[in-house]
């Protein structure tokens, strides 16, 4: 079993449309959590990342962590075809060292 | 600022060939890593550093060399391809250190295709 797990996907939505992304963990000591966006051939550029439980909000997006569950999520509000892209979890115990999810394919239509 | 940068962009070795791999950041940062991405499992640890002159295996070293003879540069070595390394390669950079949140994000070049046939 994967340290992290994360739904493939894809995910498809009409433009507007909230999109709602998670992750489950199984490693207690992960106190980072972060959330990831790659572009199709592009490398993966940091969204957000928050310190243990609880929420943070950055405009359109949302980043939730639940310790207690071994969850995490990430909401993109009002989403926008050029939130396209794939979307990877990635959480750190210590040493900062990052252990990702596989990662979740985003298409949002015009 | 360049940031990360790697080179070459794309490969193509025959099994048994050596290559090796260049990652420059230009951040001043002390930690580098390289990961490769395979269809569905994400970016996986291959090796880091946390400083010139250090290396430290990851989750799938085996394989792999490094060094990091420069604080600016990581390079990624394989002595003998095998068509299991055919991946995408990325180089990441962090500062590393300090309390602060920012320390522990980590930038990423814009990958290498390696194919080994």
């Known amino acids: 079993q994967k340290e992290v797990e994360q739904d493939p996907g894809p995910l498809s939505v009409p433009e507007g449309a909230i999109v709602s992304l998670n992750c489950t963990y199984s490693n207690s000591a992960f106190q980072y959590f972060m959330w990831y966006r790659q572009y199709s051939r592009k490398g993966p550029e940091l969204l957000m990342y928050?310190?243990?439980?609880g929420n943070k909000e950055d405009g359109r997006f949302t980043a939730q962590v639940d310790k207690s569950s071994k969850y995490i999520s990430l909401f993109i509000r009002d989403s926008q075809p050029s939130d396209s892209a794939t979307y990877l979890c990635?959480?750190?115990?210590?040493?900062?060292?990052?252990?990702f999810g596989g990662g979740t394919r985003v298409l949002v239509k015009p | 600022n360049a940031g990360v940068t790697q080179t070459p962009k794309f490969r193509v070795l025959k099994t048994g060939q050596s290559m090796t791999l260049l990652c420059a950041q230009d951040m001043n940062h002390e930690y580098m890593y390289w990961y490769r991405q395979d269809p569905g499992m994400g970016l996986r640890l291959i090796h880091y550093s946390v400083g010139e002159g250090t290396t430290a295996k990851g989750e799938v070293p085996d394989g792999y060399n490094v060094s990091r003879l420069k604080k600016q540069n990581f390079l990624l070595g394989l002595e003998s391809a095998a068509p299991s390394q055919t991946s995408v390669y990325f180089c990441a950079s962090s500062y590393g250190w300090g309390g602060s949140l920012a320390a522990h994000e980590q930038f990423f070049g814009p990958g290498t295709r390696l194919t080994v046939l």
């Open positions: 990635a959480m750190e115990a210590a040493g900062n060292k990052l252990t």
């Open positions: 928050t310190y243990s439980s």
